[in-house]
C-alpha cells in the first residue's frame, strides 16, 4: 500500500540526517563572538558569511571566522554545551579558547 502525504505530514530530506554535531564560535569583523551549533560545520561557516544566510547578529558582522569547534555526539549534548557557553562573560570566553590554544584575537 503507497502511503500518501497529508497536509501535516513532514518531508523527508534526501540527504541522510547527520548524527554528529558541532558547537562552534565565530569572531565576527568588529571582535564579538557568536556561539552555536551545527550538524555541517563548513555549510554553516558558509552562510554566516553568505549575503543571505546566517544568523541575524552575524550578517552586520560580516566576515565571520571559525575560531573554536567541538564536536558533540547528539544535538541535545550539543545545545546544552551552546548554552554554557552564551552564558559565560565575554572575558571567560576569551580564556576558554586561549586554553585550548585557539586565542582569540578579537578588538580589544
Not at 558558509?46 to 575560531?67: F, I, Q
Amino acid at each position: 500500500m503507497e502511503r500518501r502525504k497529508g497536509a501535516g505530514a513532514v518531508a523527508q530530506s534526501e540527504e541522510p540526517e547527520n548524527d554528529i554535531w558541532h558547537v562552534y564560535m565565530v569572531r565576527c569583523s568588529d571582535g564579538t563572538l557568536y556561539t552555536g551549533i551545527t550538524n555541517n560545520l563548513e555549510k554553516r561557516v558558509e552562510a554566516h558569511n553568505s549575503e543571505k544566510d546566517g544568523a541575524r547578529y552575524t550578517r552586520s558582522r560580516r566576515p565571520v571566522k571559525l575560531v573554536y569547534a567541538e564536536q558533540v555526539c547528539s544535538r541535545s549534548s550539543a545545545a546544552k554545551l551552546e548554552y554554557q557557553l552564551k552564558k559565560l562573560p565575554l572575558a571567560k570566553k576569551k580564556e576558554f579558547l586561549e586554553d585550548r590554544g585557539q586565542g582569540f584575537g578579537g578588538k580589544e
